[in-house]
């Protein structure tokens, strides 16, 4: 069985990264992890980044297969719809994607529009589920720590990762959004380490480029053994998930996440047809602004009070 030949395909904006993974003797081809534009302020997408890919296979005239996330991300918006669209291709994903749309569901107040089912994709997959790509074969392997539903994709000696691992200077990914965990991170990351030959080469979901140096978005399983800052392969499971619930608490939220969550968990469709969505921004009333008396036409709590007493 040949090794896939692994175009990369790099977003400033977000550090993401997507994967156009062929199988050159058939042209056959998965797209994974694909990204679509968003201009926050404008309520403005637009496809630049997957235009870049579908040029590419355009030009080599590939045939897409499927479009693949290795989880719902909450930095920047999937583009699997686009994909489906355009080259007829397959959208999947994990199959605990129905925990984290029941979570999101809730947590967004979405009981009307939400479905959790995972109907949104066309394969749900289950851990060490099979694809055929051409003469390769994409195994499906559970990965979860970052989300509960993350996967990575073997294909031939290629691992797409997502966010489990970035490069050896960069550590992780985070474990604080719904249903992480540190421990549970650490175990998916060890069962790769021990299971998977040291050649594999390992393709990140991210890379922010720590200190300025130039992209990398591929290493070894053996370097990241060896050399990651976070977690190699002596590195034990208490310590891992001490320093990343540390260092977890100092990180502020990804600036698309509130969109990204609501539209990652759909598979990226406009439901309906519709040329404009609207999502759900939800706002966290401040404890100064609860109900109390009121004086001379101003509102006043309680707790502003309490701070007038302690003025001098």
Request: contains cysteine; hydrophobic residues 35%; charged residues 25%.
């Amino acid at each position: 069985m040949s090794d896939p030949h692994v175009a990369a395909f790099h977003d400033p904006d977000t550090g993401a990264l997507t994967y156009l993974v062929t199988e050159l003797d058939s042209g056959l081809s998965a797209v994974i992890d694909p990204i679509l534009d968003l201009d926050l302020a404008s309520g403005r997408i637009e496809t630049r980044s997957a235009d870049r890919v579908a040029e590419t296979i355009e030009r080599d005239g590939l045939r897409v297969l499927y479009t693949l996330d290795t989880h719902v991300h909450a930095d920047h918006l999937t583009g699997l719809d686009y994909f489906r669209l355009h080259f007829g291709a397959r959208t999947g994903i994990g199959g605990r994607i129905v925990d984290m749309q029941k979570t999101l569901r809730d947590r967004f107040h979405d009981e009307e529009t939400l479905a959790a089912d995972g109907s949104q994709y066309d394969m749900v997959f289950e851990p060490d589920e099979r694809l055929a790509l051409g003469g390769l074969e994409i195994r499906v392997l559970h990965t979860p720590g970052h989300t509960p539903g993350c996967v990575s994709y073997l294909i031939g000696d290629a691992l797409f990762v997502g966010d489990l691992l970035f490069q050896p200077d960069a550590g992780t990914a985070r474990c604080d959004f719904p249903g992480g965990s540190a421990e549970t991170l650490y175990e998916s990351i060890q069962t790769i380490y021990r299971t998977l030959p040291g050649s594999t080469r390992v393709f990140t979901g991210h890379d922010y480029r720590p200190g300025g140096r130039p992209l990398r978005y591929v290493s070894t399983l053996a370097e990241q053994m060896a050399s990651n800052v976070q977690v190699r392969l002596e590195t034990e499971r208490g310590a891992f998930a001490r320093m990343r619930r540390e260092r977890d608490a100092t990180l502020g939220q990804p600036r698309l996440i509130l969109p990204s969550l609501q539209w990652n968990v759909r598979a990226g469709h406009f439901p309906g047809g519709q040329s404009t969505v609207f999502l759900k921004l939800p706002l966290q009333r401040p404890s100064t602004l609860v109900d109390g008396p009121c004086h001379e036409g101003r509102f006043e709590s309680a707790s502003t009070d309490a701070r007038r007493a302690n003025t001098p």
